[in-house]
Protein backbone atom coordinates (compact mmCIF):
# COMPACT_ATOMS: atom_id res chain seq x y z
CA UNK A 1 0.00 0.00 0.00
CA UNK A 2 0.93 3.45 -0.60
CA UNK A 3 1.35 4.17 3.51
CA UNK A 4 3.52 0.82 4.28
CA UNK A 5 5.16 2.34 1.40
CA UNK A 6 6.16 5.56 2.98
CA UNK A 7 6.95 3.95 5.89
CA UNK A 8 9.04 1.79 4.46
CA UNK A 9 11.28 5.01 3.00
CA UNK A 10 10.99 7.18 5.99
CA UNK A 11 12.92 4.30 7.66
CA UNK A 12 14.84 3.50 5.20
CA UNK A 13 16.42 7.02 5.30
CA UNK A 14 16.76 6.98 9.43
CA UNK A 15 18.44 4.18 10.06
CA UNK A 16 22.31 4.75 10.37
CA UNK A 17 24.71 2.12 9.62
CA UNK A 18 27.33 1.20 12.20
CA UNK A 19 29.53 3.49 11.06
CA UNK A 20 26.99 6.62 11.56
CA UNK A 21 25.88 5.74 15.17
CA UNK A 22 30.16 5.14 16.07
CA UNK A 23 30.42 8.82 15.08
CA UNK A 24 27.13 9.57 16.86
CA UNK A 25 28.71 7.99 20.38
CA UNK A 26 31.70 9.55 19.75
CA UNK A 27 29.57 12.84 19.34
CA UNK A 28 27.66 11.89 22.25
CA UNK A 29 30.84 11.42 24.35
CA UNK A 30 32.42 14.64 23.80
CA UNK A 31 29.54 16.46 24.47
CA UNK A 32 29.40 14.68 27.66
CA UNK A 33 32.72 15.79 28.47
CA UNK A 34 32.40 19.12 27.93
CA UNK A 35 29.84 19.47 30.04
CA UNK A 36 31.78 17.68 32.68
CA UNK A 37 34.81 20.67 32.07
CA UNK A 38 32.17 23.08 32.42
CA UNK A 39 31.18 21.78 35.57
CA UNK A 40 34.26 21.43 36.72
CA UNK A 41 34.53 25.64 36.77
CA UNK A 42 32.27 25.31 39.81
CA UNK A 43 34.38 22.57 41.66
CA UNK A 44 38.03 24.06 41.05
CA UNK A 45 36.55 28.28 41.70
CA UNK A 46 35.99 29.32 44.92
CA UNK A 47 34.81 33.19 43.43
CA UNK A 48 31.93 32.91 40.81
CA UNK A 49 31.43 36.28 40.66
CA UNK A 50 33.66 36.67 37.27
CA UNK A 51 30.43 35.13 35.82
CA UNK A 52 28.44 38.08 36.62
CA UNK A 53 30.59 41.07 36.98
CA UNK A 54 34.26 41.68 37.40
CA UNK A 55 35.67 38.91 39.50
CA UNK A 56 36.64 39.41 43.62
CA UNK A 57 39.15 37.67 43.27
CA UNK A 58 41.73 35.34 41.29
CA UNK A 59 40.37 32.17 42.65
CA UNK A 60 39.07 30.29 39.32
CA UNK A 61 40.00 27.67 37.00
CA UNK A 62 38.45 25.34 35.25
CA UNK A 63 39.47 21.99 33.34
CA UNK A 64 38.94 18.04 34.01
CA UNK A 65 40.62 15.66 34.17
CA UNK A 66 43.44 18.50 34.09
CA UNK A 67 43.27 21.77 34.83
CA UNK A 68 43.97 23.70 31.53
CA UNK A 69 42.94 27.30 32.88
CA UNK A 70 43.66 29.34 35.92
CA UNK A 71 42.79 33.24 36.95
CA UNK A 72 46.24 34.87 36.02
CA UNK A 73 48.09 32.51 34.86
CA UNK A 74 49.21 33.85 31.64
CA UNK A 75 51.09 30.41 30.93
CA UNK A 76 53.88 32.17 29.27
CA UNK A 77 52.08 34.19 26.95
CA UNK A 78 49.56 31.14 25.68
CA UNK A 79 46.43 31.80 28.77
CA UNK A 80 45.70 28.36 28.74
CA UNK A 81 47.84 25.10 29.18
CA UNK A 82 47.05 23.52 25.65
CA UNK A 83 48.96 20.20 26.51
CA UNK A 84 46.68 19.69 29.26
CA UNK A 85 43.61 20.69 27.17
CA UNK A 86 44.73 17.97 24.43
CA UNK A 87 45.26 15.45 27.21
CA UNK A 88 41.50 16.38 28.05
CA UNK A 89 40.53 16.42 24.57
CA UNK A 90 41.95 13.12 24.29
CA UNK A 91 40.16 12.02 27.07
CA UNK A 92 37.03 13.30 25.96
CA UNK A 93 37.68 11.46 21.95
CA UNK A 94 39.01 8.04 24.45
CA UNK A 95 34.97 8.04 26.09
CA UNK A 96 33.34 9.18 22.77
CA UNK A 97 34.88 6.03 21.36
CA UNK A 98 33.71 3.03 24.16
CA UNK A 99 30.30 5.02 24.02
CA UNK A 100 30.61 5.01 19.75
CA UNK A 101 31.29 1.18 20.53
CA UNK A 102 28.62 0.44 22.33
CA UNK A 103 26.15 2.20 20.16
CA UNK A 104 27.73 -0.16 17.39
CA UNK A 105 26.80 -3.30 19.16
CA UNK A 106 23.63 -2.07 19.49
CA UNK A 107 22.48 -0.44 16.47
CA UNK A 108 20.04 -2.99 15.71
CA UNK A 109 18.24 -1.59 19.26
CA UNK A 110 18.73 1.85 18.54
CA UNK A 111 17.57 1.75 14.69
CA UNK A 112 14.10 0.30 15.81
CA UNK A 113 13.77 3.27 18.67
CA UNK A 114 14.66 5.66 15.76
CA UNK A 115 12.54 3.73 13.92
CA UNK A 116 9.61 3.81 16.02
CA UNK A 117 9.73 7.49 16.60
CA UNK A 118 9.97 8.19 13.09
CA UNK A 119 7.11 5.86 11.43
CA UNK A 120 4.22 7.94 9.49
CA UNK A 121 1.08 6.72 10.93
CA UNK A 122 -1.74 6.24 8.34
CA UNK A 123 -3.95 8.37 9.27
CA UNK A 124 -2.10 10.84 9.16
CA UNK A 125 -0.40 9.97 6.15
CA UNK A 126 -4.02 9.68 4.26
CA UNK A 127 -4.50 13.20 6.05
CA UNK A 128 -1.82 14.88 4.51
CA UNK A 129 -2.67 12.85 1.13
CA UNK A 130 -5.80 14.01 0.67
CA UNK A 131 -4.70 17.59 1.40
CA UNK A 132 -1.91 17.70 -1.44
CA UNK A 133 -3.99 16.07 -4.00
CA UNK A 134 -6.92 18.70 -3.38
CA UNK A 135 -3.91 21.34 -3.41
CA UNK A 136 -2.52 19.81 -7.09
CA UNK A 137 0.91 19.31 -6.01
CA UNK A 138 2.03 16.94 -3.07
CA UNK A 139 5.71 17.83 -3.64
CA UNK A 140 5.54 21.42 -2.96
CA UNK A 141 6.36 22.10 0.67
CA UNK A 142 3.74 24.63 2.18
CA UNK A 143 4.17 28.10 2.32
CA UNK A 144 5.69 29.01 6.22
CA UNK A 145 2.86 30.40 8.04
CA UNK A 146 2.69 31.63 11.64
CA UNK A 147 -0.85 30.70 14.23
CA UNK A 148 -2.14 33.55 15.97
CA UNK A 149 -1.40 32.32 18.89
CA UNK A 150 2.23 31.45 18.10
CA UNK A 151 2.61 35.45 16.69
CA UNK A 152 0.95 36.53 19.75
CA UNK A 153 3.35 34.87 21.88
CA UNK A 154 6.15 35.89 19.41
CA UNK A 155 5.36 39.64 20.17
CA UNK A 156 4.23 39.06 23.93
CA UNK A 157 8.36 37.37 24.27
CA UNK A 158 9.92 40.38 22.19
CA UNK A 159 7.81 42.97 24.35
CA UNK A 160 9.01 41.17 27.45
CA UNK A 161 12.67 40.68 26.22
CA UNK A 162 12.90 44.35 25.41
CA UNK A 163 11.80 45.29 28.34
CA UNK A 164 14.73 43.03 30.00
CA UNK A 165 17.01 44.59 27.64
CA UNK A 166 15.85 48.00 28.33
CA UNK A 167 15.49 48.04 32.33
CA UNK A 168 17.41 45.59 33.68
CA UNK A 169 20.39 46.07 30.83
CA UNK A 170 23.42 46.78 34.02
CA UNK A 171 22.09 44.40 36.36
CA UNK A 172 24.03 40.98 37.08
CA UNK A 173 19.99 39.22 37.59
CA UNK A 174 19.86 39.57 33.32
CA UNK A 175 23.06 37.45 32.88
CA UNK A 176 22.18 34.72 35.52
CA UNK A 177 18.56 34.35 33.55
CA UNK A 178 20.26 34.13 30.34
CA UNK A 179 22.87 31.46 31.83
CA UNK A 180 19.88 30.27 33.23
CA UNK A 181 17.12 29.71 30.45
CA UNK A 182 18.81 30.06 27.83
CA UNK A 183 18.59 26.73 26.14
CA UNK A 184 15.56 26.43 27.50
CA UNK A 185 14.45 29.18 25.47
CA UNK A 186 15.87 28.71 22.60
CA UNK A 187 13.90 25.17 22.67
CA UNK A 188 10.79 27.50 23.72
CA UNK A 189 11.31 29.92 20.52
CA UNK A 190 11.75 27.27 17.71
CA UNK A 191 8.87 25.35 18.67
CA UNK A 192 6.01 28.52 18.12
CA UNK A 193 6.39 28.70 13.99
CA UNK A 194 3.08 26.18 13.76
CA UNK A 195 3.22 23.26 11.38
CA UNK A 196 7.06 23.71 10.74
CA UNK A 197 9.18 20.64 9.80
CA UNK A 198 12.07 19.76 12.83
CA UNK A 199 14.24 20.94 9.72
CA UNK A 200 13.13 24.59 9.71
CA UNK A 201 13.56 25.03 13.59
CA UNK A 202 16.67 23.67 13.79
CA UNK A 203 17.46 26.39 11.32
CA UNK A 204 15.27 29.04 13.27
CA UNK A 205 17.19 28.62 16.20
CA UNK A 206 20.34 29.89 14.84
CA UNK A 207 19.64 33.25 14.76
CA UNK A 208 18.04 33.33 18.03
CA UNK A 209 21.20 31.79 19.63
CA UNK A 210 23.11 34.67 18.55
CA UNK A 211 20.55 37.10 19.93
CA UNK A 212 21.00 35.59 22.87
CA UNK A 213 24.83 35.82 23.06
CA UNK A 214 24.51 39.34 21.64
CA UNK A 215 22.21 40.18 24.32
CA UNK A 216 24.67 38.72 26.96
CA UNK A 217 27.60 40.55 25.82
CA UNK A 218 25.68 44.13 25.50
CA UNK A 219 25.05 42.76 29.18
CA UNK A 220 28.21 42.45 30.23
CA UNK A 221 29.98 45.17 28.63
CA UNK A 222 27.60 47.25 30.42
CA UNK A 223 29.10 45.59 33.93
CA UNK A 224 32.56 46.39 32.57
CA UNK A 225 33.05 42.18 32.36
CA UNK A 226 35.77 40.91 29.70
CA UNK A 227 34.46 39.67 26.09
CA UNK A 228 36.07 35.91 27.29
CA UNK A 229 33.91 36.34 30.59
CA UNK A 230 30.50 36.42 29.04
CA UNK A 231 31.40 34.00 26.56
CA UNK A 232 32.54 31.12 29.41
CA UNK A 233 29.80 31.95 31.27
CA UNK A 234 27.60 30.74 28.55
CA UNK A 235 29.49 27.74 27.59
CA UNK A 236 29.50 27.15 31.48
CA UNK A 237 25.51 27.30 32.04
CA UNK A 238 24.61 26.35 28.29
CA UNK A 239 26.87 23.15 27.61
CA UNK A 240 25.85 21.10 30.78
CA UNK A 241 21.75 22.05 30.35
CA UNK A 242 22.32 20.82 26.40
CA UNK A 243 24.04 17.30 27.69
CA UNK A 244 21.55 16.97 30.11
CA UNK A 245 18.44 17.46 27.60
CA UNK A 246 19.94 15.15 24.88
CA UNK A 247 20.82 12.63 27.19
CA UNK A 248 17.13 12.75 28.90
CA UNK A 249 15.86 12.48 25.51
CA UNK A 250 17.65 9.84 23.98
CA UNK A 251 17.12 7.85 27.39
CA UNK A 252 13.01 9.08 26.96
CA UNK A 253 13.09 7.17 23.46
CA UNK A 254 15.25 4.06 24.65
CA UNK A 255 12.94 3.52 27.36
CA UNK A 256 9.71 3.31 24.75
CA UNK A 257 11.56 1.10 22.84
CA UNK A 258 12.27 -1.04 26.02
CA UNK A 259 8.64 -0.89 27.18
CA UNK A 260 7.80 -1.50 23.36
CA UNK A 261 10.02 -4.85 23.29
CA UNK A 262 8.54 -6.01 26.69
CA UNK A 263 4.86 -5.74 25.93
CA UNK A 264 3.26 -8.61 24.46
CA UNK A 265 2.91 -8.93 21.07
CA UNK A 266 -1.24 -9.06 19.25
Known sequence: MVFESKNESVLA???????????????????????????SYFFRSSDWSGLVGRPATLNSAIGFPWQVWEAGNTYGGMFADYRAMGLNIASAAVVGCVIGAFAVW????????????????????????????????????APVQFSLRGLMIVTTMAAIASTVVSRLAVHPITLVTIYAIGPATLVGLAMIPHRWSWQRRVVLLIPITFSLIAIALFVGHSLQMEFDQVLMGIFLSWTPQS??????????LLAGQHRESLAPSN
Do not use: C, E, Y
Not at 26 to 34: C, R, T
Not at 115 to 133: E, I, Q, T, Y
Not at 243 to 252: E, K, P, R, S
Open 243 to 252: AVAATALAAF
Open 106 to 141: QRDFLNDAVDGAMVVDPGDAKLNSNASSHSGNSQKL
Open 13 to 39: DVRASAGRWFMRGLAIGMLLMAAVNAL
